[in-house]
Each structure stands twice: as structure tokens, then as C-alpha cells.
């Protein structure tokens, strides 16, 4: 079955960086692309972006450049939501989702705090 | 950019039928999709393309789409059904786009 896995719970001082993993089992990895999403406290799921498992073209959306890389390791079916600068305002957790039209599997979710 | 609406909070008795709805410019023409979360679990897809059920959905769940509004339709709610629920669309211009959530209470 489909089954998108993610890394664990991570602790970041503001300024610090983070590097989360999204593997994906079940289905062939290149046939679908990967998703991230976020939510934070007291708010909605927000789509951050997407990433094209073929060419590993990232799209992002509004109010998710700059800070926020997408990539990639086909060579074991791994996504990754790479944050810079991190501020405690992106303390939250972060979701994987495959597929755009619907996002039709999503991960557990990795919970991201940010404080000093 | 395309946006969608959703009402924060929806009520619903025990047994009876919630609905939730999404609301868009011209949504009937756009494939609507619905995502359960529950707090501290994964998303959850409950109905795509408007009305169509993934496999171990229970037919509770149903869905229209037409001209500026989208429904999610659940029947003989039970307490398991308490949770946030999202409206999705692909636009465009937008790509994914999501609604606010509306938290369903049983």
C-alpha cells in the first residue's frame, strides 16, 4: 500500500536550519509528485509547494522562497524540505502529500519548534 | 490568485447529516477535492473529483460541486467524524489551493 514516511520531531533555535525527510513506499516514486504542506498553531493547512520527482523542479508558493528548498534522493524514493533562517513563527508540522489533483496520500506529519 | 471559503465551524448531532460547504468563483467548473485531519494524525482524503469515494471511505461521505459552491456531505454523523476539514482545487494560476478548514464538532 501507499505510504508516505517522515523523519522525526526536530528542536531549532531561531537562525538555525532543518532538514526533514518525506520516503515514499508502495508506488513508483517517479509517477507522482510530492507536496509539502504546513501547519501552524492556531491556523489551516498552507500548500508550501511542490516538487517534480522526474526533473526535480521545485515550484513554490507564495510566501515559501528564499528560505525553503525542495529536493530530492530517487536512489531511495526520499523527498526533503530543506528551511534556512528558521523563526519561531515556523514552528508547526509538516506534511507530505503526493499528488497535486487530488493530493491523495499524505505522511504522518513532522513537527518542527523553533525557540530558543 | 483563486481562493475558496469555508465556514470555520459546522455543529452536527449525532446521527444526523453535516454539511460543509466551499465556496469559489465558478467552482462547478474546477474538480473538488475534500481532506480530513484529525488532530495528531495524517491527512486524510475523503472525496475526490467532486463526489468520488477512495477505498475505505465509508458512503456517508458524499459530494456536489455547481456554480460558485462545493458540499460535503456527511450522514449519520458519528463522533469519529470530528475533525478539520479542507477543500482543495487545482487552479492554474494558483495550483494547489486549499479552503480555511472548517472543524466539524459531532
Known amino acids: 500500500q501507499v505510504q508516505l514516511v517522515q523523519s522525526g520531531p526536530e528542536l531549532r533555535k531561531p537562525g538555525a536550519s532543518v532538514k526533514i525527510s518525506c520516503t515514499a513506499s508502495?508506488?513508483?516514486?517517479?509517477?507522482?509528485?510530492i507536496n509539502w504542506m504546513r501547519r501552524v498553531p492556531g491556523q489551516g493547512l498552507e500548500w508550501m509547494g511542490w516538487?517534480?520527482?522526474?526533473?526535480?523542479?521545485?515550484t513554490y508558493a507564495q510566501g515559501f522562497t528564499g528560505r525553503f528548498v525542495f529536493s530530492l534522493d530517487t536512489s531511495v524514493n526520499t523527498a526533503y524540505l530543506h528551511i534556512t533562517g528558521l523563526k519561531t513563527d515556523d514552528s508547526g508540522v509538516y506534511y507530505c502529500?503526493?499528488?497535486?489533483?487530488?493530493?491523495?496520500?499524505w505522511g504522518q506529519g513532522t513537527l518542527i519548534t523553533v525557540s530558543s | 490568485s483563486y481562493e475558496l471559503s469555508q465556514p470555520v465551524s459546522v455543529s452536527v448531532a449525532l446521527g444526523e447529516t453535516a454539511k460543509i460547504s466551499c465556496g469559489g468563483n465558478r467552482i462547478g467548473s474546477k474538480n473538488v477535492h475534500w481532506i480530513q485531519h484529525k488532530p495528531g494524525q495524517a491527512p486524510v482524503l475523503v472525496l475526490y473529483k467532486d463526489l468520488n469515494r477512495p477505498s475505505g471511505i465509508p458512503d456517508r461521505f458524499s459530494g456536489s460541486n455547481s456554480g460558485n459552491t462545493a458540499i460535503l456531505t456527511i450522514s449519520r454523523a458519528q463522533a469519529g467524524d470530528e475533525a478539520d476539514y479542507y477543500c482543495q482545487v487545482w487552479d492554474s494560476t494558483s495550483y494547489v489551493v486549499l479552503g480555511g478548514g472548517t472543524k466539524l464538532t459531532v
Open positions: 502529500a503526493r499528488g497535486l489533483n487530488p493530493a491523495d496520500f
Open positions: 508502495g508506488y513508483t516514486f517517479s509517477s507522482q509528485t
Open positions: 516538487i517534480n520527482i522526474n526533473d526535480a523542479k521545485a
